[in-house]
C-alpha cells in the first residue's frame, strides 16, 4: 500500500481510539479545558506527518490459511479469463510433495486449461479432507503481478481519485462561504468609543496584550470572532446590542474576547484543513461537534470566572442571541455564540455550577509529553516475508566497491561526450549573511575604544602609533563599506537572486571550446542571452561578438589553447592570446562535470565540484555502508585528506551520497573538518546537492546543482559568551566556531545536446586580421596575419615610491618661479599640499580649444577652492610642474585661473622629473599628496589603490549623493565634474584630520 495512505488511515485508527478514551474519561475530568486540549491534540493527529513509522505484521510468518469446503471455492480462486493466456494456481496443498512446474505450464495450453482446471479441483478434493488447508505462495506467480494484485491497484487508485475529488470540493466550498462573508464585511461599522473602551478594559482583565478590532453589521448574524485573512475582528449584530442592556452587552463582549484569549479562531483553521482531508470520516464531524461544546464551556467559565455578579446577564444574553440568529447558518471558519441545541445545559452550568477554565503546569506538561509521544507515530501494516524476499534484501545489502562506483560515475558521462551544453550560475546571499555583516558592524565600531596594546604582531610586539593610525583608517573605510551594504535597499538587493554567470560550453574530453560574456552590473540584472553565432571565418568573431571571452583548446592546435578577449573597451590594444597551458589563464573554470577519468588539461579542478570529488585516486575513498536521501536508497562514501590547520588528529572529510540506479552520480556532497571519531568539529564548510537529473543519451546528467556556502556563527557565540563568567568565555573562545548556512550558488544547464561534434575551424579559433594578442610561449605580441612580433618597449627602472607615514624626501627642483629657494623643512609645523600639474601644462591658455575649455575651467575652480578654504589655515600648497615647462607658461596658468600660490619646475629625469618619479613614478596628470606637520607622507593617490581606494572613492561619492553606475548614460563633462567634486571632498577631508592631529599635539 502506499506509504502516505497508509500513514493517514493509520492516524485516522490512532484518532479514534483517543476519542474513545477521551470520551471515557470526560465524566471524571471536570475541567473542560482538558477534554478540548486532548480533543484539539487528536484533530492535530489527524493531519500530522509521521516519521515514527513501525512496522507490525498482519499475518503469521508461517503461512497464509484458507479453508475450501467445495469444488467451486476451489474453481473461484483460479482467476477467470476468456483468453486464459496469463492463468495461474493460487492455492497449493502444504503435504503436496509434488513439482510446481506443471501449474507454471497452464499459460501454455489455453485449449485445456479450463477442463483441467476443474479437473484438479475435483482430485484435490478426492485426495483431502474437508478440513484441508491450501496456501497461498508468491513463488511462482508468473509477471510482476496476479489479476488479484492488478484489481486491488485499480481499486485503490479509484477510492484515492474519489477522496482527492471530495477533498478538492470541500476546499472550493469553504472558499466561496469565507469569500461571500468577506465581501459580507465591507459593510461592518466601527463600533462607539464607549463600546471599544469597555472592550479594552475587559481584554485587560483576562490578560489580553492587544484587542481585536470591534464592528458592528446590520446583518442578523451571531456575534463572533473572524480572523481568517485579516486582523482579528469581533463582529457584533448592531440591532442585537439595541436589545440588551449594558450588563448582558459586557458578557457578550468578554465571551468573545474569551474565544481570541484561548485561541479558538487557529482552532478553526485545524477544523478547516482536517474536513478538506478527511470529509469521509465521521469520527472528524463527531471530533469537531465536541469540539466546540467545551469551547462554548470553557469561554463561559471565563466569562463567570471574571464576571461572578452577571451570571444572570449571561444567560440571557445567550437565550436572546440563540433566538436572535434562530434562522441562520453557521458561518466558515468563524468563533461564534455555539448552538442552541446545548443551551439547556449550559445555562443550568452558568447558574450552578463553579467550572475551571485554565490548566494547572503539571496539566500541561503531561499533556505536552503525550503529544511528543503521538504525533510522530504512524505504524504501517506489512506483510510477513517471504523467503525469496529475504534472499533479495541479502543482494541488496551487497555493496559495490570502490572502483565499481569510480568506473561507473566516469563511464555514465563519458557516453554523452562530445557534449554541448549553455549553463549558468545564480547566486543569492540569505539573512545570515546579512547578520554576519551586521555583527562585524558592530565590532568594527568598538574599534576606536580599543587600546593600541591589545594589538600585538606576528614577532610579539604592539604595533607603532603609524601602524594603528592606519589600522584606523582601515576600520573607518571598511565600517562606511557595511553601512553601505547593510542600508534597506541594499539589503533587498543582497538578498535577491542574481546571475553570476553564463557560458556556452562544448567538449570531447580532450578538447573544448567555451564562451562567455564581460557583463556589468546593469547587464547582469536584466539577464542578457549569451551570443552563440558563427566563430568562422575569424571576420564574424567581431561581427557577432562585441564583448565576449572565447577559449578554445586542442592538440590539434598549434599552440593548443587560444584566447580572444573580444573587442572589450577596456582592452584598446592587447585583444587575444596562445599559449600551451590552461593554467595561465586563472579565470576559467570548467564547471560542468564531465567524468574524465584523466584529466588531461592543465587545470585545477574547481574544488567543491563533482569532478574533483569522484576523480581521486581510488585508495582514498571509504565505503560507509547505505542511506537514504528523498527515499532513494544510496550508497555513502567518504573521502579523506589532512588538514594542516588543525590538530594532527582532524582530518578534512569528504562524505557523498551516490545513486547506483542513476549513473553513480553523488546526490548529495559534504565538506568539512572531522575528529577522530568521524564527527564534524565546527559543522559544514560547504555542500553541493544535485536538485535535477535528466536522462539524456541514455545516461543520467546533473542539471541543477546547488553549491552551499557556510559562514562562521559569531552571533551565537557571542550571545553564549554574554551568559558565561570570565573562565569560561575563554573556553569557550577555544572551541571552533560553530557555522550556519550563507551565501549558494546554482549551477543550473539551460540547454544540452549530447554526442555533438564541433567545426575543426571552431576550435582552432582564428583571431581577425590586425588583432594584436600575445605569444604566452615567447613572451613576445604579435598582430594577426604578420609573422614578425612587434618592437618590444624597454622596460624602465621601477620606481621607489615614497611610504606611507614614511618622511617626505626633499625636494629636487630645477627652479622657483619666483627665483626663491625652498625646502620641506622650512614648512615644518605646517601641513603641506604637494600638487602635480603635469596635464595641465599641455594646453596654450591663450587659444585654448572649445573641448578644453570646460574641463580646464572645472580644475581651476576646484584649486582655486582649496586655496581659499584653507590659506589661513596653516596650509601650504605647493605646485611642482614637469622639467621643460617655462615660467611663462606657469606664470600664464596663474594668471587664468585667478590667484597665485608656491611653484616650481622639477628636475630633468627621462621619466618625467626626479620629484615626481619619486613619488608619482613619472605619471604625468593631475594628482596631490599630503604631508603633516611632522614632515610626513599621510595621503596620496598610490596609497588608496585597490579595494582599500575603491571604498572610499566610493563612500565620498555616497555622501555627496554622486551615482558611479557605469551603466548610467552621462556626458564626459559629467563625469569628469563628478570626479573632481569627489576627489575635492577626499582632499579636503585628509587636511581637517591632518589640522585636527596638528591642533592636539
Not at 582592452?571 to 592570446?577: I, V
Not at 562535470?593 to 567543491?608: H, I, R, S, V
Not at 545536446?753 to 575551424?761: F, H, L
Not at 572649445?850 to 580646464?856: S, V, Y
Request: proline residues 6%; neutral net charge; charged residues 25%.
Amino acid at each position: 500500500m502506499n506509504p502516505i495512505l497508509n500513514g493517514m488511515l493509520s492516524n485516522v485508527l490512532i484518532a479514534a481510539g483517543l476519542f474513545a478514551v477521551v470520551m471515557l474519561l470526560r465524566r471524571w475530568i471536570k475541567n473542560p479545558a482538558v477534554i478540548h486540549l486532548l480533543l484539539v491534540l487528536i484533530l492535530v493527529k489527524l493531519i500530522t506527518p509521521a516519521y515514527w513509522q513501525p512496522q507490525i505484521e498482519l499475518f503469521p510468518a508461517e503461512s497464509v490459511s484458507v479453508e475450501v469446503n467445495s469444488d467451486k471455492k476451489q474453481a473461484d480462486t483460479l482467476p477467470q479469463r476468456s483468453d486464459m493466456q496469463e492463468q495461474s494456481p493460487a492455492v497449493e496443498t502444504p503435504s503436496s510433495k509434488q513439482s510446481l512446474a506443471p501449474l507454471k505450464n497452464l499459460s501454455g495450453r489455453p485449449a485445456e486449461s479450463t477442463s483441467k482446471a476443474h479437473s484438479g479441483s475435483s482430485d484435490l478434493k478426492k485426495k483431502q479432507p474437508a478440513s484441508s488447508k491450501y496456501v497461498a505462495d508468491s513463488h511462482w506467480i508468473p509477471g510482476n503481478f496476479s489479476w488479484n494484485r492488478l484489481r486491488e491497484i485499480s481499486f485503490l487508485t479509484a477510492l484515492l481519485f474519489l477522496w482527492g475529488m471530495g477533498s478538492i470540493v470541500c476546499f472550493l466550498l469553504a472558499a466561496i462561504r469565507i469569500i461571500r462573508f468577506q465581501k459580507r464585511l465591507r459593510h461592518t461599522q466601527p463600533a462607539s468609543a464607549d463600546l471599544i473602551e469597555q472592550a479594552s478594559s475587559l481584554a485587560a482583565q483576562i490578560g489580553l496584550k492587544s484587542l481585536p478590532r470591534v464592528e458592528l453589521i446590520s446583518a442578523n448574524i451571531s456575534p463572533l470572532l473572524w480572523v481568517f485573512c485579516s486582523r482579528a475582528r469581533i463582529i457584533l449584530p448592531a440591532k442585537l446590542l439595541t436589545q440588551l442592556t449594558q450588563a448582558e452587552r459586557e458578557t457578550l463582549i468578554l465571551h468573545e474576547l474569551a474565544h481570541y484569549r484561548r485561541g479558538d479562531h487557529w482552532v478553526r483553521l485545524l477544523e478547516l484543513l482536517s474536513t478538506g482531508v478527511y470529509w469521509w470520516n465521521p469520527l472528524l464531524w463527531w471530533l469537531r461537534r465536541e469540539i466546540r461544546i467545551t469551547e462554548e464551556t470553557c469561554c463561559d467559565a471565563w466569562v463567570i470566572q471574571t464576571l461572578p455578579d452577571l451570571r444572570r446577564a449571561y444567560a440571557e444574553v445567550l437565550v436572546k442571541a440563540m433566538g436572535f440568529v434562530s434562522q441562520a447558518q453557521p458561518i466558515t471558519a468563524a468563533t461564534g455564540m455555539g448552538s442552541q441545541h446545548f443551551l439547556e445545559g449550559r445555562l443550568k452550568s452558568i447558574m450552578c455550577d463553579s467550572v475551571r477554565s485554565r490548566l494547572s503546569r503539571p496539566i500541561k506538561a503531561g499533556i505536552a509529553v503525550l503529544t511528543l509521544v503521538l504525533l510522530p507515530f504512524a505504524p504501517i501494516a506489512v506483510h510477513s516475508q517471504t523467503e525469496t524476499e529475504s534472499e533479495t534484501a541479502v543482494a541488496k545489502d551487497k555493496l559495490p566497491t570502490v572502483e565499481e562506483i569510480l568506473n561507473g560515475y566516469h563511464a555514465n558521462l563519458q557516453n554523452l561526450l562530445p557534449i554541448e551544453m549553455t549553463y549558468r550560475v545564480l547566486s543569492q546571499e540569505n539573512m545570515n549573511c546579512i547578520t554576519r555583516d551586521q555583527f562585524e558592524l558592530e565590532a568594527i565600531k568598538q574599534a576606536p575604544n580599543l587600546d593600541r596594546s591589545q594589538f600585538i604582531t606576528a614577532d610579539g610586539k604592539v604595533i607603532s602609533e603609524d601602524q594603528f593610525r592606519f589600522m584606523d583608517i582601515s576600520f573607518q573605510l571598511k565600517q562606511q563599506q557595511l553601512e553601505r551594504q547593510l542600508t534597506p535597499e541594499a539589503i533587498q538587493e543582497r538578498l535577491r537572486e542574481k546571475i553570476v554567470e553564463q557560458r556556452y560550453f562544448w567538449t570531447d574530453g580532450s578538447s573544448f571550446h567555451q564562451r562567455w560574456p564581460y557583463w556589468s552590473d546593469s547587464e547582469r540584472q536584466q539577464n542578457p542571452k549569451l551570443d552563440q553565432g558563427p566563430v568562422w571565418p575569424p571576420e564574424n568573431l567581431n561581427l557577432h561578438y562585441d564583448s565576449i571571452k572565447l577559449i578554445s583548446w586542442s592538440k590539434a592546435n598549434q599552440p593548443p589553447l587560444r584566447h580572444w578577449f573580444g573587442r572589450n573597451k577596456e582592452r584598446s590594444s592587447l585583444q587575444a592570446s596562445i599559449g600551451n597551458q590552461l593554467k595561465e589563464m586563472p579565470s576559467l573554470h570548467t564547471s560542468a562535470p564531465l567524468g574524465l577519468n584523466a584529466y588531461q588539461w592543465d587545470e585545477k579542478l574547481p574544488t567543491y565540484s563533482l569532478d574533483d570529488s569522484m576523480s581521486k585516486n581510488p585508495d582514498q575513498y571509504k565505503i560507509a555502508g547505505r542511506s537514504q536521501v528523498n527515499g532513494q536508497s544510496v550508497i555513502l562514501v567518504d573521502s579523506f585528506s589532512a588538514y594542516p590547520r588543525r590538530s594532527k588528529e582532524s582530518r578534512w572529510r569528504m562524505r557523498a551520497w551516490i545513486d547506483p540506479s542513476r549513473g553513480y552520480l553523488p546526490l548529495r556532497i559534504e565538506w568539512g573538518v572531522v575528529d577522530p571519531s568521524n564527527k564534524l568539529i565546527s559543522g559544514l564548510s560547504h555542500h553541493l546537492e544535485i536538485l535535477e537529473i535528466k536522462q539524456v543519451a541514455n545516461s543520467y546528467y546533473p542539471v541543477k546543482i546547488k553549491y552551499q556556502e557556510y559562514t562562521s556563527d559569531w552571533l551565537t557565540q557571542q550571545k553564549q559568551a554574554e551568559k558565561m563568567q570570565p573562565e569560561e568565555r575563554a573556553r569557550l573562545a577555544q572551541l571552533p566556531i560553530p557555522v550556519i548556512e550563507g551565501r549558494y550558488k546554482t549551477w543550473e544547464v539551460v540547454s544540452i545536446t549530447a554526442n555533438q561534434s564541433i567545426e575543426p575551424e571552431t576550435l582552432a579559433l582564428q583571431f581577425p586580421e590586425g588583432t594584436v594578442y600575445e605569444n604566452k610561449i615567447d613572451g613576445q605580441k604579435y598582430v594577426t596575419g604578420k609573422t614578425h612580433p612587434l618592437p618590444s618597449e624597454p622596460e624602465p627602472e621601477p620606481p621607489k615610491f615614497v611610504n606611507f607615514l614614511e618622511q617626505a624626501p626633499p625636494l629636487q627642483i630645477q627652479e622657483w618661479v619666483d627665483g626663491k629657494t625652498r625646502n620641506l623643512a622650512d614648512f615644518r609645523g605646517k601641513v603641506v599640499v604637494l600638487l602635480f600639474l603635469g596635464d595641465v601644462m599641455h594646453f596654450d591658455f591663450e587659444q585654448i580649444p572649445a573641448e578644453n575649455q570646460q574641463w580646464l575651467e572645472m580644475i581651476k575652480q576646484t584649486i582655486k577652492a582649496f586655496h581659499t578654504k584653507y590659506a589661513e589655515k596653516e596650509v601650504v600648497f605647493l605646485e611642482l610642474y614637469p622639467p621643460g615647462t617655462s615660467k611663462e607658461k606657469i606664470r600664464a596658468f596663474h594668471q587664468f585661473r585667478g590667484f597665485k600660490t608656491h611653484a616650481a619646475i622639477d628636475q630633468s629625469a627621462p621619466t618625467g622629473g626626479v620629484t615626481n618619479f619619486q613619488y608619482h613614478g613619472g605619471i604625468l596628470d593631475l594628482s596631490f599628496y599630503l604631508i603633516d606637520s611632522d614632515g610626513r607622507v599621510i595621503f596620496g593617490p598610490r596609497f588608496w589603490d585597490g579595494e582599500l581606494g575603491e571604498m572610499y572613492f566610493q563612500n565620498a561619492a555616497d555622501k555627496l549623493s554622486i551615482s558611479l553606475d557605469s551603466s548610467e548614460d552621462i556626458s564626459p563633462e559629467e563625469g569628469a565634474r563628478a570626479s573632481l567634486r569627489i576627489m575635492e571632498y577626499i582632499i579636503s577631508e585628509q587636511i581637517d584630520k591632518a589640522l585636527a592631529a596638528k591642533k592636539s599635539k
